[in-house]
C-alpha cells in the first residue's frame, strides 16, 4: 500500500496510513502509563505525530528493505522523544513485526478493531463515571462494577437499602443522560 501511494495511488496511501493508525494506537495504548493525566489524549497526539513523521520521511524508505523496521523506528523515535519531554521512562516498545504482519489476515484485523472499540469504550464509561460525585462513583462501582447485591452496598457504606436505590438509581440516569447528551444539558 505504501509503495502504491509514493505511486500516485491517494487511496492505497490513506489505507495505509489508516493501517497503520490503528496498530501504532494499539502498541502505543500498552506503552503509555495509563496513570499519566490526559493519556487519551496524549496517545492521539502522538499516534498523529508518528503518521506525521511517515509521511515527512518517507522519502528516506529504500523498497529494496522491508517496510516495518522502517516504520518501527520512526514510531520508537517518537516515543522516546515524547516521554522525554513527560519526563517518563521510555521503555523500548515490545512491538513484533507480526503486529504489522498478521494485520493482512482479517481475523487478525477484527481482533485490532475490537481492541479499539474495547479501549474507546473503556475511556468512554471512565470519562462518563468522573461526571458522578465519588460517593455516586463508588455505589456504581460496587452495585453495577462489582455486581454486590444492594444490601451488601447499603451496609458497605452505612446507608439504609432504600437509599441506595435511590442513590444508584439517580447515579445511572445521570450516566444516561451524559451518555445521551455528551454531559451537555440544553
Do not use: C
Not at 502504491?4 to 489505507?15: K, L, N, Q, T, V
Amino acid at each position: 500500500m505504501f509503495l502504491a501511494g509514493e505511486g500516485g495511488d491517494p487511496r492505497a496511501y490513506a489505507d495505509f496510513l489508516e493501517l497503520t493508525a490503528k496498530i501504532v494506537r494499539s502498541n502505543l495504548r500498552k506503552t503509555i502509563p495509563a496513570s499519566r493525566s490526559h493519556s487519551r489524549d496524549l496517545l492521539e497526539d502522538l499516534v498523529q505525530d508518528v503518521l506525521l513523521s511517515i509521511h515527512q520521511k518517507r522519502h528516506t524508505y529504500r523498497p529494496e528493505y522491508p517496510i516495518l523496521p522502517w516504520l518501527f523506528a520512526i514510531a520508537r523515535h517518537r516515543w522516546i522523544d515524547v516521554a522525554r519531554m513527560l519526563s517518563v521512562r521510555p521503555d523500548l516498545l515490545n512491538w513484533e513485526e507480526s503486529d504489522f504482519s498478521t494485520v493482512a489476515d482479517p481475523e487478525a484485523a477484527e481482533r485490532i478493531e475490537r481492541e479499539e472499540s474495547e479501549a474507546d469504550a473503556k475511556d468512554r464509561v471512565s470519562e462518563m463515571l468522573e461526571t458522578l460525585s465519588p460517593r455516586q462513583r463508588e455505589l456504581i462501582r460496587m452495585a453495577k462494577l462489582e455486581e454486590l447485591p444492594l444490601a451488601e452496598v447499603a451496609v458497605r457504606l452505612g446507608m439504609s437499602l432504600s437509599a441506595v436505590k435511590v442513590a444508584v438509581h439517580r447515579a445511572m440516569h445521570k450516566l444516561t443522560e451524559t451518555a445521551t447528551t455528551g454531559g451537555n444539558r440544553e
